[in-house]
DNA sequence: CTGTTAGCGCCTTCAC
DNA sequence: GTGAAGGCGCTAACAG
């Protein structure tokens, strides 16, 4: 491994000389710069990480924090984060589990993105205090070294709860999210809002956990009694997913009997039978937002919350 | 930020007294290591990665590469790795692209599991050559330092082509991935073994890339001369989805006039009607496999090549 | 059992 | 423009 102190005796120049040579500094010739760089490449040589960041103290690597990888949603989030974060020089990965969390404490990444209930408020707090840079994608944070962007989920809720009423039901069903989840908290909120206008429409909440199979177990509880056509809005698509499984064998028809619609238009969102109306939103945007917040943030520059815009997709479900 | 000198100096002993406690010598007293341990805790303090790999030459992270997240199949991938590497007190974080390469370069990973075209064989060659550890889930490569962990991809082929060839059909349609593709040459070799037995069936290769969009483009071709019910099978199942979408609104019938068989089964796979037929394996596990060949490596223990089985889910769609 | 000390590889003031 | 020297925070001999 070819090491700064090799190339300097290979060039006959201290090793200072070399650093700046490396580092572009002008105290160095145009001349000799180049001699040495052809060296450096000629040795192979790589900068080692860990001494530059004892020194330097930033890595230019920035750790995006998730519940769990896999889905289609994290795709285009991630693609959009990479995006901006590439365009500054910055590197991202991305971290899963509790045990990444020191990823964060040690300093080998510069700042986080936060999507994972795994952290609490406190937690992120905390680093904050300690002057940690950080974008929360998942709650709502004050402090100066903590910036949101967060979806705009009242409104979200807000159109899916107006498409629904449209049809003429007694009862919406909200099947929600885990509890603690922010978004799905929000959620409730905007259907709350708009039901105000709907005074004779009985909501009925179920709870859920945003995954398959709680949607599955949801319909199970919502047509044990079912009389007559209502409405639900499950707080993702995964969860309407599962509504769809459970209604696969049964009588009840989508879009007649039930009106459904979901929340982030995924892409198996599309293939369902009827198409699932769904609040949709550009997940590549988030992640560029983000992005670019921490990078404000990093950089020491003003840096605000933001929200995310969404819009309702209409298929056949509602 | 406490280092370990502050706390050295509010216990009232030196600093290595301090490293040692931290690190769990026997070379020190039960009893001053919890009253040292106990002011680290109180002051908060935080090893420094950077310090730490300085010296130690090893970070305890270990970094996966994806030419692209997204897709379910990467869920279980990630998490059967992530569980391998945590139970020996390794952190797993995911890469993507080709300027994250440096982190395996600069050594901020002790080790790369690679999924990502973005990297070429002499590349990691090269890489295996400065004793970089690292297992490929994509190619074959001969090196002490590189272990492979693949998909049996042959035997899948074999089986796909072997349920297809079940209906007389004259013609097999062979939809790859993108030239270069491992999987997909394996594959098309499996196809061509399989087919040595049907040597009355005509083999058509028709050229994809792996992402949907090719899928449908590769349906439109097929079906611009269709004569008689024919076989295809789809290198993986997101280009048979392409399929379905192109047939949504024609008149020919999945598992009727053409029959179909994909590879991966993604989740996607049972919702499509009819259920598309695929080969499937537990990508868990070969995430856990990989992880475990990887961690050998890393110890220096004896490491071999290693496959990972498959089996053929049938559906409605052969 | 505890303290002293010498680096790990690189960057960066300082003199020259 | 170039070189010498110190130090980032921590570990690990080696003494005591």
Redesign the pocket.
Same mark, same amino acid.
């Given at each position: 491994?070819a *090491? $700064? @102190?090799d190339i300097a005796k290979e060039a *006959? &120049?201290? $090793?200072? %000389?070399v650093? =700046?040579a /490396? !580092?572009g500094s002008? @105290? &160095? %010739?145009e001349e %000799?710069r180049s001699r040495i760089l052809a060296i450096a490449d000629r040795l192979g =040589? &790589?900068? !080692?990480a860990?001494?530059?960041m /004892? @020194? &330097?103290k930033q890595t230019k690597i920035i750790g995006v924090f998730l519940a769990d990888y896999g889905g289609y949603f994290y795709g285009p989030l991630l693609r959009g984060m990479r995006q901006a974060l590439n365009e500054k020089g910055y590197e991202l990965i991305a971290c899963s589990g509790v045990q990444s969390h020191r990823l964060l404490l040690e300093k080998v990444i510069d700042g986080g993105i936060i999507l994972d209930q795994a952290f609490t408020d406190e937690e992120l707090l905390n680093y904050a205090d300690k002057s940690y840079k950080i974008v929360v994608l998942d709650r709502e944070l004050v402090h100066e070294n903590i910036k949101g962007v967060l979806l705009d989920n009242i409104t979200g809720a807000r159109l899916a709860v107006r498409k629904l009423t449209e049809h003429k039901v007694n009862k919406l069903y909200a099947v929600t999210g885990p509890v603690g989840s922010y978004d799905s908290k929000k959620r409730m909120e905007g259907v709350r809002e708009e039901l105000q206008s709907f005074p004779n429409v009985e909501l009925v909440e179920v709870q859920g956990d945003f995954l398959k199979d709680s949607g599955e177990e949801a319909a199970r509880q919502i047509f044990a009694n079912y009389r007559e056509p209502i409405a639900i809005f499950c707080f993702n698509d995964e969860m309407a997913v599962g509504i769809y499984r459970y209604l696969q064998d049964k009588e009840y028809e989508i879009g007649k009997d039930v009106f459904l619609v979901g929340f982030d238009n995924i892409e198996l969102a599309q293939y369902m039978v009827p198409r699932l109306s769904t609040i949709s939103y550009s997940s590549y945007e988030w992640g560029s937002m983000a992005a670019h917040n921490l990078l404000k943030l990093l950089a020491n520059e003003p840096a605000e919350n933001e929200q995310v815009e969404v819009t309702i997709t209409v298929g056949g479900s509602s």
């Open positions: 491994m *090491g $700064i @102190k *006959g &120049v201290s $090793i200072s %000389t650093s =700046y /490396l !580092n002008p @105290k &160095v %010739t %000799t =040589y &790589v900068p !080692n860990a001494a530059r /004892l @020194k &330097v």
